[in-house]
């Protein structure tokens, strides 16, 4: 591998070298290893992109489907499909990094769909990436499908940090009876970028719940949109948070919505946009650090 | 040695500058353990805050083991040596307890020294570490937490903003006994703004800041009887305030 695969494989699945369990690693659209394990099979579709099919009953194991782009000019959507299996206990890393050192744009669009079986525990990290001196965007566009079924749980984490000149970012998710579903999303923006994170939750099943926590900070010129909608269709409980830290110019919109088509349905959001208290920093520098060194760690803490 | 001379601190209310401090001349020993009383609204915790640079004053110097600090930013007097726990403490979302301890000693400190330093204020240690310093903390834990995280910073010079504000009889009494050994630590200057008399009565010397000025000074032996006289309407003793 070369130094700027690994750079990016780092950045985007924590890895440093090829996985442990099953994995497909793809590069500028083509596949560059794939493994699959006894429990875990991942086959190409014929219309493009991946299946992974976990067998019920699979507990510990782990699925990495990173992506890296490192040519100018690659622009690709995938389908990937997920069936996680009844009763397993899993782990799925995925994520993007775009090392685009031309001046052609680089785009990564993505449709993930995930079918899990009752019981079923899935934990889903997705790291989103960007880096390079040229001049071309970095553009990422990724949409996520959860079918939960019942008494199944899903924790997914999404991240894009850094480098991703525009993103649009759709999820939505449907629950079933007592099915649990936590969406964690970090971001930050930076210079001219562009984010909006668009979420539809229907909590239909009896005793569903719902927990999206929506943590974002934006800098310079950047632009961000938010738009969590949790959708009570039976008797269920579901909470929605967004907060945001605002500096420079950048603009930021927050628009948490709750609905509730049953009289059982206990839904909350919350919303707040503001920026870094004059009080912490100065909390952090009687501690000796720098105001530069302090607000690092406050966004840092912030997005941890 | 801190040394506070002709300090002046005014904002303007309109038109009309509001004196805050008036002309405070105060000199610290060092290893002295001395506590500030007076008034709400008489100037303390501004003095507390222009001594760490959190305010800058309108004329006066302030010097630093004759080092001139008074326009030195709060990190540079940080490094100095001089540290400062809020009488209320800044809550930071996603900054762990832990993450603050090591932040404030500079290193990375093991479960087992974190733990330490909050055991000191009278918390159940290792359920905290994980804790973050958001609202979920209740005021009394923010400040005890507070009050570790300078502990970890062990400055020279440590500067306590009211720091029996809001916390409960029993974590004061355990407050008592870790300013008991902050005091007997020669190492160590301590200044303190408070209204206990448990902690004034710790004080190797007091000073009594009323309206922006310093009204009295003096050992704590013979100041906090006759402030305690203050108080109590049937005491015979002539004050010695004013």
């Known amino acids: 591998m070369e130094k700027i695969d690994k750079e990016l494989l780092q950045q985007v699945a924590g890895l440093h070298e090829i996985p442990v369990g099953a994995y497909n690693i793809r590069k500028n659209g083509k596949s560059e290893g794939r493994k699959s394990t006894e429990n875990i099979e991942i086959t190409s579709k014929e219309e493009g992109g991946l299946e992974i099919r976990i067998k019920p009953g699979t507990k510990n194991e782990s699925v990495h489907i990173p992506v890296i782009i490192t040519e100018t000019g690659v622009q690709e959507m995938v389908y990937n499909d997920f069936y996680v299996g009844e009763n397993s206990d899993v782990l799925i890393v995925a994520g993007c990094g775009i090392h685009n050192s031309g001046d052609k744009t680089s785009k990564h669009d993505g449709l993930h769909r995930f079918f899990i079986g009752k019981n079923a525990h899935l934990r889903y990290v997705e790291k989103h990436y960007g880096e390079g001196e040229g001049t071309g965007e970095r553009i990422m566009n990724p949409s996520t499908e959860v079918t939960i079924e019942e008494n199944a749980v899903c924790e997914m984490e999404m991240v894009q940090i850094k480098g991703v000149n525009s993103s649009k970012r759709k999820t939505e998710a449907r629950l079933g009876k007592n099915a649990k579903l936590t969406v964690t999303e970090r971001l930050m923006t930076h210079g001219k970028q562009f984010v909006q994170s668009d979420m539809d939750i229907y909590l239909d099943g009896e005793g569903s719940s719902a927990q999206i926590i929506s943590r974002s900070v934006g800098k310079d010129d950047s632009k961000q949109v938010f738009n969590p909608v949790a959708i009570g269709n039976n008797a269920c409980r579901a909470h929605i948070q967004c907060d945001s830290i605002i500096m420079d110019n950048a603009n930021i919109r927050s628009i948490p919505e709750i609905a509730a088509n049953h009289r059982d349905a206990q839904i909350v959001h919350e919303a707040a946009i503001g920026r870094i208290n004059g009080d912490q920093i100065l909390k952090l520098q009687t501690l000796g650090l720098t105001p530069e060194k302090a607000e690092k760690v406050i966004i840092d803490g912030f997005l941890r | ?242």
């Open chain 2, 1 to 242: 040695m801190l040394e506070i001379k002709n300090l002046c601190f005014a904002v303007k209310e309109g038109e009309t500058p509001l004196d805050i401090i008036n002309d405070v001349s105060i000199t610290v020993p060092d290893g002295k353990f001395i506590v500030i009383t007076g008034p709400n609204g008489g100037g303390k915790s501004t003095l507390a805050r222009l001594i760490m640079g959190l305010e800058r004053p309108t004329s006066g110097k302030i010097l630093y083991n004759g080092t001139d600090i008074t326009d030195m930013s709060v990190t540079e007097r940080a490094k100095l040596g001089i540290g400062y726990a809020f009488q209320q403490p800044p809550r930071f979302k996603g900054l762990t307890v832990r993450k603050i301890l090591s932040i404030a000693a500079g290193k990375t400190l093991s479960e087992k020294e974190s733990c330490a330093y909050l055991s000191r204020v009278g918390l159940c240690s290792a359920e905290y570490l994980k804790r973050e310093l958001d609202s979920s903390l209740s005021g009394g834990e923010m400040k005890r937490i507070e009050i570790a995280t300078l502990m970890a910073r062990k400055p020279e010079l440590a500067i306590f903003d009211e720091p029996e504000a809001g916390i409960d009889l029993w974590s004061f009494s355990m407050l008592v006994e870790t300013f008991k050994q902050m005091q007997k630590e020669a190492s160590r200057t301590t200044v303190i703004i408070s209204h206990q008399e448990r902690i004034m009565s710790l004080a190797d010397e007091m000073i009594v800041i009323a309206d922006g000025k310093v009204k009295s000074k003096g050992s704590g032996k013979d100041m906090l009887p006759q402030l305690m006289c203050e108080f109590s309407p049937c005491c015979g003793i002539k004050m010695p305030i004013d």
